[in-house]
């Protein structure tokens, strides 16, 4: 039987995606598990599978359109076989409406369009995607205004995207027009448009700013004994064939694993005017690609000794940095590492509805005075705190980052 290609869920707030590229034809073969199309969303692109062995029958989205979630965009089945009898892979009790059933819907709207044709001034209605209306209401973008490049002229999300870009530009224009410039005229500036992973980070980052009432603590944790404990690890698993990346941000999230089990008050979110308390730790890592960042999601660090952990966090992170089908949503708490980058504190910002993230920067040596006052050398780890001070006081807030400290000071705790 035939078999549906659907429009995946990349992440929570997806609704709709974008056919990008597909990267096979009608009538060319492909085997289950194989990359089909290409498809984007707001966050990242990834590459969609094919669900089923056979012949790719029909494409029912082509290249720029967009589909709502579970909706289908392309037929995978066998030669000769009816395209009408697909099926969704997705929801076995509830199968995605057949192709000619889409057809004949299609040809019923235009019909009605086509009969708005004749009609003037506000009667006649515009074609327009639920996603493009919602775009254009955020950029303040007049639809009327909108010629629409989709099927039938219906205007797509990019079509209220490069109007805004183009008024952006306008304004821009007009700005430097009447007013003296500041820089000497042989110096030259670029003037792009943002992507819509970098829109979608910016207006998550101003949301986040504006709806909850940040603060940041900050300290260091003594991780002499757990650098010494991570290169013995390392040495055993190379001894037993064990492939595991013990990098220090695994130990980082065993300690703030079990922190946030003793202090399950961080574990929370505040969701209209209400405290929900996580028994279970959803662990997010945040991590950079070249378009932006993306937070991947550890589900269930609670129940992941330390060399599964490590293999879940290396998987979840190449995971989202390769496109493919990440999870990106549900996390309970997030660490965000900038060590590499030679950063010592930073204030990360909160991904709401979460209550706390973890900023971690560049360890660094110090000298210090042990108990008989003699002079010793350690390794300290920058750790910054920032968290919800809607949902916790500085105390509470404080003892948690105390709890990390004393882990990572006390590394063979992390196997318990």
């Known amino acids: 039987m035939a078999t549906s290609i659907l429009m995946p869920k990349l992440g929570m707030t997806m609704t709709e995606g974008t056919v990008e590229e597909w990267l096979k034809q009608p009538g060319d073969t492909v085997k289950e598990g194989e990359g089909i199309v290409t498809i984007s969303s707001d966050k990242l692109t990834s590459e969609v599978e094919a669900p089923a062995d056979g012949i790719l029958l029909k494409v029912i989205k082509n290249v720029s359109e967009e589909a709502e979630v579970g909706e289908s965009i392309g037929i995978v089945g066998q030669a000769g076989e009816e395209v009408g009898e697909a099926t969704s892979t997705f929801e076995k009790e509830k199968a995605e409406p057949t192709a000619e059933v889409q057809e004949k819907a299609v040809q019923q709207v235009e019909k009605q369009s086509e009969g708005h044709q004749d009609m003037k001034g506000p009667q006649r209605k515009r074609r327009i995607s639920p996603a493009a209306r919602k775009k254009a209401k955020a950029l303040s973008v007049d639809v009327s205004k909108v010629t629409g490049t989709g099927p039938k002229g219906r205007i797509t999300r990019r079509d209220i995207e490069q109007v805004a870009e183009q008024q952006v530009a306008a304004t821009t224009t007009e700005e430097q027009v009447t007013t ?3 820089v000497h005229e042989e110096e030259a500036m670029q003037v792009q448009g943002m992507s819509a992973m970098r829109k979608s980070i910016a207006a998550n980052m101003q949301h986040s700013l504006e709806t909850t009432a940040q603060l940041t603590l900050h300290r260091k944790a003594d991780i002499t004994n757990l650098l010494a404990f991570q290169k013995k690890m390392r040495t055993e698993a190379a001894e037993n064939n064990l492939d595991l990346k013990l990098t220090l941000t695994v130990f980082l999230a065993r300690a703030v694993t079990l922190s946030l089990q003793a202090h399950p008050e961080v574990n929370t979110h505040l969701i209209h005017d209400q405290l929900h308390q996580f028994e279970e730790v959803h ?65 990360p910002i909160l991904n709401p509805p979460e209550s706390g993230i973890l900023g971690v920067g560049t360890f660094v040596k110090e000298l210090m005075l042990d108990e008989n006052e003699q002079v010793k050398q350690i390794t300290s780890l920058p750790l910054s705190l920032t968290f919800d001070h809607r949902v916790l006081d500085g105390a509470p807030a404080a003892e948690f980052l105390n709890t990390i400290a004393h882990y990572l000071a006390k590394p063979y705790l992390l196997l318990l």
């Open 180 to 182: 003296k410039p500041a």
């Open 283 to 347: 662990l997010g890592i945040a991590t950079s690609l070249e378009e932006g960042l993306v937070v991947p999601v550890v589900k269930h660090a609670e129940r992941l000794p330390l060399g599964s952990l490590a293999k879940q966090m290396k998987h979840v992170t190449e995971t989202a940095r390769e496109g493919k089908n990440a999870n990106l949503s549900g996390a309970t708490f997030t660490i965000s590492n900038l060590g590499a980058q030679g950063i010592e504190y930073f204030t």
